[in-house]
């Protein structure tokens, strides 16, 4: 039988830890609302055409690592072409697709091979053929021997010239004036390295000639759950970061980088499965030890659109590679971790992400397993901490969750009904009872396979955006 200072020690322990989770994610959210709301006033103030007209802007390279998306590759592209900027190029990656990707985009495009000189700045794998047609001079398609994601950015950082290079997937929707809105940051803060934008679920929506028309909530269990999620965490959380000048985080679906200071570090790791992370921590540790004044940004408006697994298992696979990426990231940057010479970044980001992300889902896990045992356990039932436990774990996740959604529509008004935020709110309760605890259990599932070396993606069945044509 347990000695009883060590209970209380064990209950006490569970409840601050959620406590502390729950309510550093409550203050991210509170300050990434008022800093969001004093950041679209200054952009009503200045105008991202103002920067164009005075020729402020800086060339951008948008890079499309492609593996077997031969069902929607030329719309992708299609969709690309019509961006608004003055003066931007398409790479289109295609990394050893095993399907017909690359003959999709020789036709529809009628691309030609090409001799293209190019300094091999990071390494990668073969490059087959380089492809460009005078119909669409700013595109253009890279044929490589297959070295996944990472590796097929490295190939386009290297056949790159422009000043920023914006690192998209192939499946996702950039708005047509995202890059004008994205550009500010690197035009007003000149010592920016990179900068994100808003990963918002297109799931539900209602597109047309691949634009969003109306945005609406999934239709699916899955989809609305991974919508309250990417709102509390993916938006108010890493707007709050920034706040902090402490941006750990820019996903890899929709990033934009200073190509110099990429390549300055080494481009990509091609070894890890969690490639967006670990750049921007090795960025952040490069240029603290440089002592180098530098900024890495994360914008609420600039948006971009991509599909979220509507089934287990896929996306079961993907938040197992996430966990196994941070993993992987923090292990690499030990030597930041609670060192001052980094900054917030090593004594308050990592950590926090050490022992609240990384390691949390063995603390949730544990406290659920725990609850369980003096529930059905005779003699063990303790009514004080059963209630604080479910308060401070259950209901105080359910108000983050739902003041994020509120916080949402007062800063941005994205959705086109009503219904679209009830439905919402009543997926901020839902998301804490059952969604949580299986994503801890994919966590801790991930972690496990970090320690068993394990390195593969994992696949993800992407269903595809349903479009109407006009």
């Not at 990434?32 to 007209?53: D, T, W």
């Not at 790479?91 to 050893?96: E, F, R």
């Not at 920023?164 to 809105?181: G, M, P, R, T, Y």
């Not at 699916?220 to 707007?239: C, D, K, M």
Request: hydrophobic share 45%; aromatic share 12%; net charge negative.
């Amino acid at each position: 039988m347990l000695d009883i200072n060590v209970i209380n020690f064990i209950e006490w322990g569970i409840i601050g830890y959620f406590l502390i989770f729950n309510s550093v994610y409550l203050l991210l959210v509170i300050s990434a609302l008022l800093y969001v709301r004093k950041q679209l006033l200054q952009n009503e103030v200045v105008k991202p055409s103002g920067l164009f007209k005075s020729n402020l802007y800086k060339t951008i390279s948008i890079l499309v690592p492609a593996y077997n998306e031969s069902s929607n590759i030329t719309e992708s592209v299609e969709s690309l072409l019509k961006l608004e900027y003055p003066d931007h190029e398409i790479i289109v990656i295609n990394d050893g697709s095993s399907d017909d990707t690359l003959e999709q985009l020789i036709s529809y495009f009628d691309l030609e091979k090409t001799d293209l000189f190019y300094e091999e700045t990071v390494e990668h794998q073969t490059i087959r053929g380089i492809y460009k047609t005078p119909e669409f001079p700013i595109l253009t398609v890279i044929d490589k021997e297959n070295g996944g994601k990472a590796d097929a950015l490295n190939a386009g950082l290297n056949v790159s010239e422009s000043d920023l290079v914006c690192s998209i997937d192939a499946d996702s929707i950039l708005e047509q004036d995202v890059l004008k809105k994205l550009i500010q940051t690197f035009i007003q803060h000149k010592n920016t390295v990179a900068a994100g934008g808003i990963v918002r679920v297109i799931n539900g929506c209602t597109i047309r000639n691949r634009e969003i028309e109306e945005v609406h909530v999934p239709d699916t269990l899955l989809g609305r759950l991974q919508s309250v999620e990417y709102i509390r965490a993916f938006l108010f959380g890493r707007v709050g970061w920034d706040y902090l000048n402490s941006l750990m985080i820019i996903s890899g679906a929709f990033g934009i980088f200073d190509r110099k200071a990429v390549l300055e570090v080494g481009g990509y790791l091609t070894d890890t499965v969690g490639e967006d992370i670990e750049l921007i921590l090795r960025l952040h540790r490069h240029n603290m030890e440089e002592g180098h004044d530098y900024k890495i940004r994360f914008l609420p408006e600039p948006i971009c659109w991509t599909e979220v697994p509507n089934d287990y298992t896929s996306l079961r696979n993907q938040r197992n590679r996430w966990h196994r990426g941070l993993a992987d990231s923090i292990w690499r940057h030990k030597k930041m971790l609670f060192n001052p010479t980094y900054g917030y970044i090593g004594m308050l980001v990592i950590p926090f992400f050490l022992f609240f992300e990384l390691l949390g889902p063995i603390i949730q896990i544990g406290s659920y397993a725990y609850l369980l045992a003096i529930i059905l356990i005779p003699g063990l039932f303790n009514t004080s901490f059963v209630l604080l436990f479910l308060a401070a774990s259950i209901i105080y996740g359910m108000i983050v969750s739902l003041i994020a959604i509120l916080a949402e529509e007062i800063a941005f008004k994205t959705y086109s009904s009503y219904k679209d935020i009830l439905v919402l709110t009543l997926y901020s309760f839902l998301e804490n009872l059952g969604y949580r605890q299986i994503h801890a259990w994919w966590q801790l599932s991930g972690l496990i396979d970090f320690f068993k070396g394990k390195k593969s993606w994992g696949k993800i069945v992407r269903a595809g955006f349903d479009q109407e044509e006009s």
